[in-house]
């Protein structure tokens, strides 16, 4: 059973920076894509960014420019580097990963952009 581990959420004054990081475990094989998703209260689930194992990326308008997604296939961990951040980047934080035809959730990582 594949496991996903998010880790790196907090509480950060607006124009600042926080990493995350999502491991997968209980897997030898390389998680097709990795990505990360956010939800805020009364909202949607919605993506953020996507990264597959061949290193293509995709991201939201919202986060262009200012989020980088990357990965380590050989660690099966994805990476999302959070910079100039907002107050409306606040929201829970997802990992997910798609192993063909398995879809898998991390259990979220809340991010917080206040002063």
């Known amino acids: 059973q594949v496991q996903l581990a998010e880790s790196g959420g907090g509480l950060v004054q607006p124009g600042g920076s926080l990493s995350l990081s999502c491991a997968a475990s209980?897997?030898?094989?390389?998680?097709?894509?990795m990505g990360w998703y956010r939800q805020a209260p009364g909202n949607q689930r919605e993506l953020v960014a996507l990264?597959?194992?061949?290193?293509?990326?995709n991201y939201a308008d919202s986060v262009k420019g200012r989020f980088t997604i990357s990965r380590d296939n050989h660690k099966n961990t994805v990476y999302l580097q959070m910079n100039s951040l907002k107050p409306e980047d606040t929201a829970v934080y997802y990992c997910?990963?798609?192993?063909?035809?398995?879809?898998?959730w991390g259990q979220g990582t809340q991010v917080t952009v206040s002063s």
């Open positions: 997910k990963g798609e192993q063909f035809p398995y879809t898998y």
């Open positions: 209980g897997t030898r094989f390389s998680i097709n894509a």
């Open positions: 990264i597959t194992s061949d290193g293509i990326t």
